[in-house]
C-alpha cells in the first residue's frame, strides 16, 4: 500500500512540476546573453568556431565505451554470488556486444582520425 502511495506521489510532483516547468515565462535571449563569457576579459575571438565532428564523433564513443567499461566493474564481486555461471555468461554476453561494437564502429571508420 505504501508503494502506491509513493508512486502516486511521484506522479503528482511531476506532473505538478512540468506544468510549472511550462508555464513559466520563456526569456528571450539579449545580447548580453548571447555574448562569449571568458572570465571577464573580452573575447579574444569569434565563441563559435566549428569544430571537428570527427573529434565529436569519438568524443562520444570513449563516454560509451567508458560508461560500459564501468558497468562491468563490478562483476569480480558478483562472481562471487550465488550464481556465479549466470554472472559470468552475462559478463561475457556483454563483453561480446561490447566487442561487436567496437568492430562496427570500425569498419564503418568511425575510429579514423584523418579522412
Known amino acids: 500500500m505504501k508503494l502506491i502511495y509513493t508512486i502516486t506521489i511521484i506522479l503528482i510532483m511531476i506532473i505538478i512540476l512540468t506544468t510549472i516547468a511550462f508555464w513559466l515565462p520563456q526569456t528571450t535571449p539579449d545580447l548580453e546573453k548571447l555574448s562569449p563569457y571568458e572570465c571577464g576579459f573580452d573575447p579574444t575571438g569569434s565563441a563559435r568556431l566549428p569544430f571537428s565532428l570527427r573529434f565529436f564523433l569519438i568524443a562520444i564513443l570513449f563516454l560509451?565505451?567508458?560508461?560500459?567499461?564501468?558497468?562491468?566493474?563490478?562483476?569480480?564481486?558478483?562472481?562471487?554470488?550465488?550464481?556465479?555461471?549466470?554472472?559470468?555468461?552475462?559478463?561475457?554476453?556483454?563483453?561480446?556486444?561490447?566487442?561487436?561494437?567496437?568492430?562496427?564502429?570500425?569498419?564503418?571508420?568511425?575510429?579514423?582520425?584523418?579522412?
Do not use: C, K, R, V
Not at 87 to 100: D, P, R, S, V
Open 64 to 115: 560509451l565505451f567508458d560508461l560500459e567499461i564501468a558497468l562491468l566493474m563490478p562483476a569480480p564481486w558478483a562472481m562471487n554470488s550465488y550464481n556465479p555461471t549466470l554472472t559470468h555468461m552475462w559478463a561475457t554476453t556483454f563483453i561480446f556486444i561490447l566487442t561487436l561494437g567496437l568492430i562496427y564502429e570500425w569498419l564503418q571508420g568511425g575510429l579514423e582520425w584523418a579522412e
